[in-house]
């Protein structure tokens, strides 16, 4: 168990919940030491409710269960930061996040995800899929194309198209980094790397 101060704010601690692929942030809670220990042992959030006076898990009711994926501390030891995959709509309005709209930011590891689900089920009726297996040689020539008309569109006026072919770009591009079994987020971290060496 993390070493939680429990004690500083009389109990509990406050637990800011995060989505795994997005890092959207969906909602925020208090936990006792009980609740914790009981999300710890079932992979799904629990909170403590100070208005109902016991333990809540989010989704008992609606189905739409929080899936812990990562646990940290705040540097305090008194504030939780938990990763997780929602089930469904995290607030009671229906929306994904109790602090505004879905965010089309981070929207491509999400993406991702889509793209690894319908391949690796072989989903016979997808694009993705049938590209996949097509082979390497095939994905990167289509990447390859998408690359020659975003540069093409990049010289007109029309900024929709532009943004539309760079879409096709980058969607590609997550097919071709798939057949390779690299992450997206192994791409950003060469970047960070380089940012970091270079001061």
Known sequence: ??????????????????????????????????AYNKTVSEGRVT???????????KGETSGNYLIVNNITTDCDNDALLIKVSP?????HTGSKSCFG????????YQLENIISRRI??????????QLYRKGINKVAQKVGEEA????????????????????DLLYHFLILLKTRNVAFEDIEEVLRERHAARG
């Open 101 to 108: 709209p879905e965010l089309s930011k981070g929207f491509i």
């Open 148 to 167: 020659i008309e975003l540069v093409i569109e990049a010289k007109d006026d029309n900024t929709e198209l532009f943004k539309n072919e760079a879409a």
């Open 1 to 34: 168990m993390t070493n939680i101060d429990f004690k500083k704010g009389n109990g509990l601690v406050p637990a800011i919940i995060q989505d795994n692929n997005t890092l959207q942030v969906l909602m925020a809670g208090y936990m006792n030491e009980e």
């Open 87 to 91: 089930a469904g709509p995290v607030c």
């Open 47 to 57: 909170f403590y409710s100070r208005s109902k006076k016991r333990l809540w898990t």
């Open 120 to 129: 690796d089920d072989n989903a016979e009726a997808s694009y993705t899929n």
